[in-house]
């Protein structure tokens, strides 16, 4: 047996139950599945038993069958996920151990079923009656029930506040549960009305994932399994979306709020959260699979030096080499890929400079957290609807000059910003901080040297080399694991140009043991800068890296 929903634009949502294969589907009332419209053939597709389990095939029709977006000829084996788009009429199926018919037996589902009637095949036997057994699909039904009979009504919802607004549509929705004698009783009412409910004014399935705080990624697949990041790993959680419409309108729930805008003209949208999460979406036709949207959760946690150590993102000779870095002034640029914990890494760093000294954070979306005293943070705005207003994170850079700051921290140089950034540090701003994506500290000073090119500015190669070399003295790589742990794999430094080429020298590297697990410790060069501090601090700085005093 299998249940299969039918959604049609000019038609309420329905559920049929087939109990045998094959099943055709048309505009044939012989047909198990009768669908209307002139795009639908008499004989249109035919769903049937496959080696792999259940598939679905075009029998040739002129306006053909198409399966998550692609046009078939045959395809299977079908899955839950699976969306089949015939003449305007939307199906899913939801599969269940099913038998094949005999020879000469058909179980008919034909145009009665869909008005709610009985149907009856040639033999004059009763068909099975629509009645799904999920509550996924129950949840689809009645949300879209819900928004008819809020229409049908004519409540006005745009002036209630929040609780309000629950409140009234609640009500609502449990008339169009008590009036619907098909819901199963297996299937919990209030959990459903939940559901339901969240779907319709709140943000659906997020809601939940929102309250666990161990979660710090959020990832939408269109009307697939939700997958959540945890601990550094990637999980599939039990929890979706039931249409792509409820995902359009969670998201036009989150951002409209914040004066943003997403359609089809304008598919992708960035946004910052009131609580700092970070939120990504892209629509239909960008996204192949449906809306997609990740959410980068705003950490409440802020690690100190102890809980990375713990960690072992770091050693304690790692830490006191890092703190000595930003107190005695050196530039530090931190590298790695999405979510190896760059900006955590920034934060503690930012965290040694002096209380008294006057800093300026520039972020594209704002995640650090400072305590300083005189403290400006700016924040970069995209532009608007019309495509005015942009004030980029070059243009806070160059602004932040005029500002009379004593350290500079960018949360992440991706274009242009990065001319201004060298600049700043070569000009008596020493000691700024940042973060690039690359994947080594060698590919990291590839990586600036490409941004600054990008700034439009036509500057000798050789000449960007030289100021990247006076202006960064200290590399510092991190990384996420297989394991989901984040290391610092190397701390490098900047040592001068030779012959056009940037030198550079490992301090500290993470050595695997095992494939799993590893240890840090230092390669035995001693920095460069180490010569230029006071004699009361050279030697406890020698101690760091294994050299008697």
Same mark, same amino acid.
């Given at each position: 047996?299998?249940?299969?929903?039918?959604?049609?634009?000019?038609?309420?949502?329905?559920?049929?139950?087939?109990?045998?294969?094959?099943?055709?589907?048309?505009?044939?009332?012989?047909?198990?599945?009768?669908?209307?419209?002139?795009?639908?053939?008499?004989?249109?597709?035919?769903?049937?038993?496959?080696? @792999?389990?259940?598939?679905?095939?075009? %029998?040739?029709?002129?306006?053909?069958?198409?399966?998550?977006?692609?046009?078939?000829?045959?395809?299977?084996?079908?899955?839950?996920?699976?969306?089949?788009?015939?003449?305007?009429?939307?199906?899913?199926?939801?599969?269940?151990?099913?038998?094949?018919?005999?020879?000469?037996?058909?179980?008919?589902?034909?145009? @009665?079923?869909?008005?709610?009637?009985? +149907?009856?095949? /040639?033999?004059?036997?009763?068909?099975?009656?629509?009645?799904?057994?999920?509550?996924?699909?129950?949840?689809?039904?009645?949300?879209?029930?819900?928004?008819?009979?809020?229409?049908?009504?004519?409540?006005?919802?745009?002036?209630?506040?929040? +609780?309000?607004?629950?409140?009234?549509?609640?009500?609502?929705?449990? =008339?169009?549960?008590?009036?619907?004698?098909?819901?199963?009783?297996?299937?919990?009412?209030?959990?459903?009305?939940?559901?339901?409910?969240?779907?319709?004014?709140?943000?659906?399935?997020?809601?939940?994932?929102?309250?666990?705080? +161990?979660?710090?990624?959020?990832?939408?697949?269109?009307?697939?399994?939700?997958?959540?990041?945890? @601990?550094?790993?990637?999980?599939?959680?039990?929890?979706?979306?039931?249409?792509?419409?409820?995902?359009?309108?969670?998201?036009?729930?989150?951002?409209?709020?914040?004066?943003?805008?997403?359609?089809?003209?304008?598919?992708?949208?960035?946004?910052?959260?009131?609580?700092?999460?970070?939120?990504?979406?892209?629509?239909?036709?960008?996204?192949?699979? &449906?809306?997609?949207?990740?959410?980068?959760?705003?950490?409440?946690?802020?690690?100190?030096?102890?809980?990375?150590?713990?960690? &072992?993102?770091?050693?304690?000779?790692?830490?006191?080499?890092?703190?000595?870095?930003?107190?005695?002034?050196?530039?530090?640029?931190?590298?790695?890929?999405?979510?190896?914990?760059?900006?955590?890494? %920034?934060?503690?760093?930012? &965290?040694?400079?002096?209380?008294?000294?006057?800093?300026?954070?520039?972020?594209?979306?704002?995640?650090?957290?400072?305590?300083?005293?005189?403290?400006?943070?700016?924040?970069?705005?995209?532009?608007?609807?019309?495509?005015?207003?942009?004030?980029?994170?070059?243009?806070?850079?160059?602004?932040?000059?005029?500002?009379?700051?004593?350290?500079?921290?960018?949360?992440?140089?991706?274009?242009?910003?990065?001319?201004?950034?060298?600049? $700043?540090?070569?000009?008596?701003?020493?000691?700024?901080?940042?973060?690039?994506?690359?994947?080594?500290?060698?590919?990291?000073?590839?990586?600036?040297?490409?941004?600054?090119?990008?700034?439009?500015?036509?500057?000798?190669?050789?000449?960007?080399?030289?100021?990247?070399?006076? $202006?960064? =003295?200290?590399?510092?790589?991190? $990384?996420?694991?297989?394991?989901?742990?984040?290391?610092?794999?190397?701390? @490098?430094?900047?040592?001068?140009?030779?012959?056009?080429?940037?030198?550079? /020298?490992?301090?500290?590297?993470?050595?695997?043991?095992?494939?799993?697990?590893?240890?840090?410790?230092?390669?035995?060069?001693?920095?460069?800068?180490?010569?230029?501090?006071?004699?009361?601090?050279?030697?406890? +700085?020698?101690?760091?890296?294994?050299?008697?005093?």
């Amino acid at each position: 047996m299998f249940t299969i929903t039918i959604e049609s634009a000019d038609d309420t949502p329905r559920v049929v139950r087939i109990d045998q294969l094959p099943c055709l589907i048309g505009r044939s009332s012989k047909a198990e599945i009768v669908l209307s419209g002139w795009r639908v053939a008499r004989e249109h597709a035919r769903i049937e038993p496959d080696a @792999a389990g259940i598939r679905i095939v075009d %029998l040739g029709s002129l306006g053909g069958t198409q399966v998550n977006g692609d046009r078939i000829v045959a395809f299977g084996p079908l899955a839950e996920s699976d969306e089949i788009l015939i003449g305007g009429h939307r199906l899913r199926l939801l599969v269940s151990p099913v038998t094949t018919r005999p020879s000469g037996l058909r179980s008919s589902v034909d145009a @009665a079923s869909f008005s709610g009637e009985p +149907a009856h095949d /040639q033999r004059g036997e009763s068909a099975p009656e629509a009645s799904p057994l999920d509550r996924h699909v129950w949840r689809r039904l009645l949300h879209r029930r819900l928004l008819k009979q809020i229409d049908l009504t004519r409540q006005d919802i745009r002036g209630l506040t929040g +609780a309000q607004l629950r409140e009234q549509v609640g009500q609502t929705l449990r =008339q169009v549960v008590e009036t619907e004698p098909e819901l199963p009783t297996e299937i919990d009412r209030d959990i459903l009305i939940h559901e339901v409910l969240n779907e319709a004014v709140g943000l659906g399935p997020l809601e939940g994932l929102f309250a666990d705080e +161990a979660i710090s990624e959020i990832m939408v697949n269109g009307t697939a399994p939700i997958h959540v990041e945890r @601990a550094g790993k990637i999980e599939q959680t039990m929890l979706a979306f039931s249409s792509d419409e409820a995902i359009r309108s969670v998201i036009d729930r989150i951002i409209t709020p914040l004066g943003r805008h997403v359609d089809e003209g304008s598919p992708m949208v960035d946004a910052r959260l009131a609580d700092g999460s970070r939120l990504n979406a892209v629509l239909p036709p960008l996204s192949l699979c &449906g809306p997609a949207v990740t959410i980068r959760r705003f950490n409440r946690q802020l690690y100190c030096a102890e809980d990375l150590v713990a960690r &072992g993102t770091l050693s304690w000779e790692m830490l006191r080499f890092l703190e000595l870095c930003v107190r005695s002034r050196r530039s530090v640029v931190v590298s790695g890929g999405t979510g190896a914990g760059k900006t955590t890494l %920034l934060n503690l760093l930012s &965290g040694f400079i002096g209380a008294d000294e006057r800093v300026i954070t520039i972020e594209d979306a704002a995640e650090l957290r400072l305590s300083h005293r005189n403290l400006v943070s700016l924040e970069a705005r995209p532009a608007n609807a019309e495509g005015r207003g942009l004030i980029s994170v070059r243009d806070l850079v160059r602004n932040a000059l005029r500002m009379r700051p004593d350290r500079i921290v960018v949360g992440e140089c991706r274009g242009g910003e990065a001319l201004d950034m060298l600049q $700043a540090m070569n000009t008596g701003h020493d000691g700024s901080l940042t973060t690039v994506h690359a994947n080594s500290p060698r590919d990291a000073l590839s990586r600036i040297e490409v941004m600054t090119l990008m700034s439009g500015v036509e500057i000798p190669l050789h000449a960007i080399r030289e100021q990247i070399s006076s $202006a960064v =003295q200290i590399v510092v790589q991190q $990384a996420r694991l297989a394991d989901g742990s984040r290391r610092i794999t190397e701390i @490098a430094e900047v040592t001068g140009v030779e012959s056009g080429k940037i030198l550079m /020298q490992t301090l500290f590297r993470f050595q695997m043991t095992d494939g799993q697990s590893g240890r840090h410790s230092p390669t035995g060069h001693i920095p460069h800068f180490l010569e230029s501090l006071g004699a009361a601090q050279r030697p406890d +700085a020698l101690e760091l890296f294994g050299e008697p005093i």
